[in-house]
C-alpha cells in the first residue's frame, strides 16, 4: 500500500472558537422522525423502548440526543441508521428509509457506536482505511486526498503505521472517526464518541467534529453523557425519556424554560462595599461576599441582566462583571425527575 505522508496536530485554539452556523443549503441529510416505535418483548410482556417519537433535523444541523441510561437513545439511533426495524411509524433519512434501502444509506452515512470498533485489530491503521476505500468503492486519488486531509486534522500522520492494538484509546477514536467520515458521509452518528477520553483526547475530538459540521456541513446525530459535549459542540437538544421526547430546543432555550434564577458576579472596586439594594432589586440577592467579589443571585423572571448591571454600575465602581447560567447538568436533572418548567406570566 501507498505510505501515507504524515499531518499536522490539530489546532489547540479550535476549540476556542466560535461555532459556524452550518448553511443548510450544504450537503448534509435531512432526517424526518415520525411516530416512531419501538418495542420488545420480555418475560413480563412487551416494553416501549421507543414510545411514538417525532422530529425534523435540517441538513447540516448538529443535533445532541441526552436521556439516562435506558430512555431509547441507542434505539432510536440504531433505527435512524437501518440496524432495527421499528414496531411502528417512519424514518426517513437521506430521502431514504433505512432498514428498506439500508445499503444506499450505507453509502451516505457514517456510525461510530461507542467502544465498537471498525478497525482490524492486528493490522496498520492504514490498512483498515483502506479496506474502507474497497468497501465503498473509492478512487485511489480521491482516497488518497481524503485520507491525508483527516490525517492532518485529526493528527493521525504518525499512527497510520502502527497496528490498532498498539493506539491509545483516544488515538484510535479519532482513528474511528476517520473510518467513519473516510467516504465523506451526509450524516454522521455518534454514540458516546469521548467516553472515557482524557481532555486533550476530548479537544481534539470536538475540534473536528465542529469542523467538520461547519466545513462540510455534515449532519450530526450525537448522544451522549457528557453534557460539555452538548454545550460545545451543537445548536439544538433533543431530551428522551422512557422513550418520549421531553425537550426539543436550543441550550439558551433551555436555561430560559428551566434555569429560573441565574447569577451577576462582580468584582467591586472597594472589597470593603456593601452592595446598596432596594425596591428596584425585586427578585435579586446577594448570596456571597468575598474580597472584590460579590454573588447575586437574580429570578430571570422579575428582572433582566441588564436592569441588574445598570443598578449595580450605577451605584458602585466595578472592575469586571459577569453572567452566569444555571449548570446545564442540574437543569437536565430537573427534567429527569419530571420537574415542569416554571410558569411565566402571559
Known amino acids: 500500500m501507498t505510505p501515507a505522508v504524515p499531518g499536522s496536530r490539530p ?69 435512524m441508521s437501518g440496524v432495527l426495524v421499528p414496531s411502528a411509524g417512519t424514518v426517513v433519512v437521506d430521502g431514504l428509509v433505512p432498514w428498506r434501502e439500508r445499503r444506499r444509506l450505507a453509502r451516505r452515512m457514517g456510525v461510530v457506536f461507542g467502544q465498537r470498533t471498525q478497525l482490524w485489530w492486528d493490522l496498520p491503521l492504514v490498512d483498515s482505511l483502506d479496506l474502507v476505500r474497497h468497501l465503498y468503492h473509492m478512487e485511489e486519488p480521491t482516497w488518497r486526498r ?83 459535549d452538548i454545550t460545545q459542540l451543537c445548536s439544538r437538544l433533543i431530551i428522551i425519556d422512557h422513550g418520549r421526547i421531553v425537550y426539543d430546543g436550543t441550550i439558551d432555550d433551555l436555561h430560559t424554560a428551566y434555569g429560573s434564577t441565574r447569577m451577576l458576579v462582580v468584582d467591586l472596586a472597594d472589597p470593603t462595599a456593601a452592595l446598596t439594594t432596594g425596591p428596584d432589586w425585586a427578585g435579586a440577592q446577594v448570596v456571597r461576599a468575598e474580597g472584590h467579589r460579590r454573588w447575586i443571585r437574580f429570578a430571570r423572571d422579575q428582572i433582566s441582566a441588564a436592569q441588574l448591571v445598570a443598578l449595580v454600575l450605577d451605584r458602585h465602581q466595578v472592575i469586571d462583571l459577569s453572567i452566569v447560567e444555571p449548570d446545564i447538568e442540574d437543569v437536565i436533572r430537573r427534567i429527569y425527575r419530571g420537574e415542569a418548567p416554571p410558569a411565566t406570566d402571559g
Not at 476549540?15 to 450544504?26: I, L, T, V, W, Y
Not at 481524503?146 to 486534522?153: K, P
Open 11 to 79: 489546532d489547540p485554539d479550535a476549540g476556542q472558537r466560535e461555532r459556524a452556523r452550518p448553511d443548510p443549503r450544504r450537503r448534509g441529510a435531512g432526517i424526518e422522525v415520525a411516530g416512531l416505535r419501538k418495542e420488545f418483548r420480555t418475560r413480563h410482556g412487551r416494553v416501549a423502548a421507543v414510545a411514538g417519537i417525532e422530529f425534523r433535523v435540517a441538513p447540516g444541523e448538529f443535533v445532541g440526543y441526552a436521556g439516562p441510561n435506558g430512555a431509547g437513545k441507542s434505539t432510536t439511533v440504531k433505527m
Open 146 to 228: 481524503r485520507l491525508d486531509e483527516l490525517a492532518s486534522l485529526l493528527g493521525l500522520g504518525p499512527l497510520l503505521s502502527q497496528p490498532v492494538r498498539a493506539l491509545s484509546l483516544g488515538q484510535r477514536m479519532r482513528a474511528e472517526l476517520a473510518a467513519a467520515v473516510l467516504p465523506g458521509p451526509r450524516v454522521l452518528f455518534l454514540d458516546e464518541p469521548t467516553i472515557g477520553l482524557d481532555v486533550e483526547a476530548k479537544a481534539a475530538v470536538r475540534g473536528f467534529l465542529r469542523h467538520l459540521n461547519a466545513a462540510d456541513g455534515t449532519t450530526i446525530i450525537l448522544t451522549t453523557h457528557d453534557l460539555d
